[in-house]
């Protein structure tokens, strides 16, 4: 089953900060996250498994609450390069495929 | 870091004839690839789950029949659109499970079927 993101879209001027949320009615072990440029295949940017746990590098991290199926990824001082369209994905068990989400749209302007 | 690619980048076929998309991963060993499909705009659809000497198991919905998978060594998989029709016209996109016991997905660069 699908995840649900929110918000669909949103526009940051840079130096903001974003709040993306994706959440499952499913039980998860982990949920991934991708951010997919135009034309482009997704990029990884990091994975969190069940155990709720947080993680970060630079000025993006992420969070996860497996007693509410949800997480969120938080995009601080925001750069050009940060605007693409941003995928959760989510597994419900060890090495399961990925399910993902419908994307939030991300655009930074000057 | 770990590699994917996919060959071809773009491919324009006529309608009836098929055509095969390779996806490799360089520098690691791939048991497991996954085949996505991804409309303009849209969330990428997984197609099917690819495991190398067995079967590909796919996702309710998608015609085993049409979308045909071959997970032959660690290190390629294909996906060959037999008969394309233009509603087959889409952006395909594989992963591979990164090496050892990683969780993440590499992504290939995709390929676009433009089915005439």
């Known amino acids: 089953q699908q995840p649900v993101q929110s918000p669909q879209a949103v526009i940051l001027r840079e130096g903001e900060d974003a709040v993306i949320n994706c959440s499952s009615s499913k039980a998860l072990y982990s949920v991934h996250w991708y951010r997919q440029k135009h034309g482009e295949a997704p990029v990884f940017l990091m994975i969190l498994l069940k155990g709720g746990e947080q993680k970060g590098h630079e000025k993006i991290s992420a969070s996860f609450n497996e007693k509410k199926q949800q997480s969120s990824l938080y995009l601080t001082a925001s750069q050009l390069s940060y605007s693409g369209t941003y995928f959760c994905?989510?597994?419900?068990?060890?090495?399961?495929?990925?399910?993902f989400g419908p994307g939030t749209s991300l655009s930074v302007i000057p | 870091g770990a590699v994917v690619s996919q060959h071809p980048s773009w491919v324009i076929c006529k309608s009836g004839t098929s055509v095969k998309i390779e996806c490799r991963s360089l520098?690691?060993?791939?048991?497991?690839m996954f085949w996505y499909r991804q409309f303009p705009k849209q969330s990428l659809m997984l197609m099917a789950t690819?495991?190398?000497?067995?079967?590909?198991?796919?996702e309710q919905g998608v015609e085993k029949d049409k979308f045909l998978i071959n997970h032959a060594s660690l290190t390629l998989s294909t996906l060959t659109v037999t008969s394309a029709h233009p509603e087959d016209s889409s952006f395909y996109i594989c992963?591979?499970?990164?090496?050892?016991?990683?969780?993440?997905?590499?992504f290939g660069p995709g390929t676009r079927l433009t089915v005439t």
């Open positions: 690819s495991n190398e000497g067995s079967k590909a198991t796919y």
């Open positions: 992963s591979a499970r990164g090496p050892g016991t990683t969780y993440e997905q590499y």
């Open positions: 520098d690691f060993q791939a048991t497991t």
């Open positions: 994905g989510t597994e419900k068990t060890s090495y399961d495929k990925v399910i």
